[in-house]
């Protein structure tokens, strides 16, 4: 069975910085893109980034360029979101997908994990 | 590629027939659009795919189609668990882009 699970959310100030983890199970991890899409508190899905199954290819959407890093560690089946210098817009839930339908860098994700919320505050 | 989702909401009984619109500012390549499902508190689930084919594991009470710049998500007999949000998602040219989603309410 395909499990995504996020941890590493929680409440930050502006300005300040949070590592996003996803650990995978049950699917050949190192064969898959994998993304971040993030979902404000009542808001749409929104892309983040992704990254090729060995890690050489990384996209970002344009307002997290600079600011979040994402990266994979395939011997640990695990996946990987840096952020740093976090602005209130970007406070919301987090999910990892593994990107299985489409052209490479873009894709249908067709498992999700449950995600993990980050909150942005003074 | 900007999606624009219609209607907003969708006021239906159980055993109804919804259809769900999505409309893209430019025409999507290789029809490369996909619907998810979402449920309140759970993350999305991939319902269609390459516009009219259906996940693993769908039902096929629902179904896609369309192509270049128009849309289609149908459900032909609500079931009580398809009251949720619906997202369309092209992926045909990067970034992929998400509509702003349309809500199944029960009426």
């Known amino acids: 069975e395909v499990q995504l699970v996020e941890s590493g959310g929680g409440l930050v100030q502006p300005g300040g910085s949070l590592r996003l983890s996803c650990a995978a199970s049950?699917?050949?991890?190192?064969?898959?893109?994998m993304s971040w899409v993030r979902q404000a508190p009542g808001k749409g899905l929104e892309w983040v980034a992704n990254i090729k199954e060995d890690g050489s290819l990384k996209y970002y959407m344009d307002s997290v360029k600079g600011r979040f890093t994402i990266s994979r560690d395939n011997a640990k089946n695990s996946l990987y979101l840096q952020m740093d210098s976090l602005r209130g817009e970007d406070a919301a839930m987090y999910y990892c997908?593994?990107?299985?339908?489409?052209?490479?860098?873009?894709?249908?994700?067709?498992?999700w994990g449950p995600g993990t919320l980050v909150t942005v505050s003074s | 590629i900007v999606l624009t989702q219609s209607p907003a909401t969708l006021s239906l009984s159980p055993g109804g027939r919804a259809t769900l619109s999505c409309r893209a500012s430019q025409s999507v390549s290789n029809d490369y659009l996909a619907w998810y499902q979402q449920k309140p508190g759970q993350a999305p689930r991939l319902l269609i795919y390459?516009?009219?084919n259906r996940a693993t594991g769908i039902p096929d009470r629902f179904s896609g189609s369309g192509s270049g710049t128009d849309f289609t998500l149908t459900i032909s007999r609500l079931e009580p668990e398809d009251f949720a949000v619906y997202y369309c998602?092209?992926?045909?040219?990067?970034?992929?882009?998400f509509g702003q989603g349309t809500k199944v309410e029960i009426k």
């Open positions: 049950g699917f050949p991890f190192s064969s898959y893109w």
């Open positions: 998602q092209q992926y045909g040219r990067s970034p992929r882009t």
């Open positions: 390459g516009a009219s």
């Open positions: 997908a593994r990107d299985t339908y489409g052209p490479a860098p873009t894709a249908a994700a067709d498992y």
